[in-house]
């Protein structure tokens, strides 16, 4: 079946893609989404800012506005991630200017358009010419509503849940084994900490709101030229707390390959960050600092949960991914900041 690029019909392709063919299985998806592409004529690239996928980005050399990247899904991510939600999720953010067109699906993966620009950096995303850009166009997907087949419940509590219920308690190689002990708290206070976040979080009145949930710098693709912002992988999309998405991209301005938690956003900037997104809400009109302050404690508070998510996740990951990274060296450090901040607010707090 031929698709041409003005189509909008999303392809179910039934093959899968080999890790160690990646650049083969790309091409095969070309072969359907885009038949007119000379095979001589398309140029490969490797993108390494992920953590969970494999990337790869297509590029015909006679149509270089129209790039495509092909992901495939990490192993046993499917896990951790509902991907029928995410091709719908995807097709919805698509319809409402959010995210790139979805081309096509395969059975560990999927192909939707190239998205021009530069994934933010730790210095970028301070920016005073990019972070408002970013601060309104999250608003603008927290206002997106899924439609009445989706209830409006917070995802955070049932992903943790399963996380925590999916997470290893041995690993057979002895060295990791006493790695893990040594540098992961045990289940049990897991599911205490757990229970405290759950109780507590879950009553300070954070609106739900349709979520990213994984707003971490590689995955926010700034133009320049247009002055713009695209999100891209809503692999975790689903309505949750609006304090937490937030939260969750402030915690990212630490990096994931050389993790520095003194990067984590000051009052200052937060208040400055969040006054723009509150006035994106309120369609441009000033807001009360009252509601800057407001919003800025929530997310202090929701903090502490997406360190707790991102230690949990870490851990299935550090069991099953074939993705060269310390994945249980990344859950430590989350969950140990998880308890600094934890102590702070504590100490705020008296």
Same mark, same amino acid.
């Given at each position: 079946?031929?698709?041409?690029?003005?189509?909008?019909?999303?392809?179910?392709?039934?093959?899968?893609?080999?890790?160690?063919?990646?650049?083969?299985?790309?091409?095969?998806?070309?072969?359907?989404?885009?038949?007119?592409?000379?095979?001589?004529?398309?140029?490969?690239?490797?993108?390494?800012?992920?953590?969970?996928?494999?990337?790869?980005?297509?590029?015909?050399?006679?149509?270089?506005?129209?790039?495509?990247?092909?992901?495939?899904?990490?192993?046993?991510?499917?896990?951790?991630?509902?991907?029928?939600?995410?091709?719908?999720?995807?097709?919805?953010?698509?319809?409402?200017?959010?995210?790139?067109?979805?081309?096509?699906?395969?059975?560990?993966?999927?192909?939707?358009?190239?998205?021009?620009?530069?994934?933010?950096?730790?210095?970028?995303?301070?920016?005073?010419?990019?972070?408002?850009?970013?601060?309104?166009?999250?608003?603008?997907?927290?206002?997106?509503?899924?439609?009445?087949?989706?209830?409006?419940?917070?995802?955070?509590?049932?992903?943790?849940?399963?996380?925590?219920?999916?997470?290893?308690?041995?690993?057979?190689?002895?060295?990791?084994?006493?790695?893990?002990?040594?540098?992961?708290?045990?289940?049990?206070?897991?599911?205490?900490?757990?229970?405290?976040?759950?109780?507590?979080?879950?009553?300070?009145?954070?609106?739900?709101?349709?979520?990213?949930?994984?707003?971490?710098?590689?995955?926010?693709?700034?133009?320049?030229?247009?002055?713009?912002?695209?999100?891209?992988?809503?692999? *975790?999309? @689903?309505?949750?707390? =609006? %304090?937490?998405?937030?939260?969750?991209?402030?915690? +990212?301005?630490? /990096?994931?390959?050389? !993790?520095?938690?003194?990067? *984590?956003? @000051?009052?200052?900037? =937060? %208040?400055?960050?969040?006054?723009?997104?509150?006035? +994106?809400?309120? /369609?441009?009109?000033? !807001?009360?600092?009252?509601?800057?302050?407001?919003?800025?404690? =929530?997310?202090?508070?929701?903090?502490?949960?997406?360190?707790?998510?991102? /230690?949990?996740?870490?851990?299935?990951?550090?069991?099953?991914?074939?993705?060269?990274?310390?994945?249980?060296?990344?859950?430590?450090?989350?969950?140990?900041?998880?308890?600094?901040?934890?102590?702070?607010?504590?100490?705020?707090?008296?």
């Amino acid at each position: 079946m031929e698709v041409s690029p003005a189509d909008s019909a999303t392809l179910t392709l039934g093959f899968a893609i080999e890790e160690d063919k990646l650049f083969e299985g790309a091409g095969k998806v070309l072969d359907a989404i885009r038949p007119g592409w000379p095979k001589d004529r398309v140029n490969y690239k490797l993108f390494t800012d992920g953590i969970t996928n494999k990337l790869v980005g297509c590029f015909c050399q006679d149509h270089p506005e129209d790039g495509v990247l092909v992901r495939v899904y990490g192993e046993k991510t499917d896990l951790l991630i509902d991907r029928t939600a995410e091709t719908r999720n995807i097709k919805m953010l698509h319809r409402a200017g959010h995210a790139p067109r979805l081309w096509a699906t395969f059975a560990n993966g999927l192909a939707y358009g190239y998205v021009a620009g530069e994934v933010l950096t730790a210095e970028t995303c301070r920016d005073p010419g990019v972070f408002p850009l970013v601060a309104r166009s999250l608003a603008r997907v927290h206002r997106l509503d899924c439609g009445p087949a989706e209830p409006r419940r917070p995802c955070l509590w049932g992903q943790v849940r399963r996380f925590l219920d999916l997470a290893p308690v041995r690993f057979p190689d002895p060295r990791r084994q006493a790695r893990f002990e040594e540098t992961i708290p045990s289940s049990a206070v897991l599911e205490r900490e757990f229970a405290l976040l759950q109780s507590k979080l879950s009553s300070i009145g954070s609106p739900v709101v349709f979520c990213h949930n994984d707003l971490l710098l590689g995955n926010i693709i700034h133009n320049p030229k247009e002055q713009k912002v695209t999100f891209i992988d809503y692999e *975790y999309a @689903s309505y949750n707390y =609006q %304090a937490y998405d937030i939260a969750n991209h402030f915690a +990212e301005f630490a /990096g994931v390959s050389e !993790v520095d938690y003194s990067r *984590y956003p @000051s009052r200052e900037f =937060q %208040a400055r960050w969040l006054r723009v997104y509150l006035e +994106e809400l309120e /369609g441009g009109r000033p !807001v009360p600092e009252a509601a800057v302050d407001r919003l800025c404690s =929530q997310v202090d508070q929701f903090c502490l949960a997406a360190h707790f998510f991102w /230690g949990a996740w870490s851990l299935i990951q550090a069991e099953h991914s074939t993705i060269d990274f310390d994945f249980l060296g990344y859950a430590a450090i989350r969950f140990k900041e998880y308890f600094a901040r934890k102590d702070k607010l504590n100490d705020s707090e008296t």
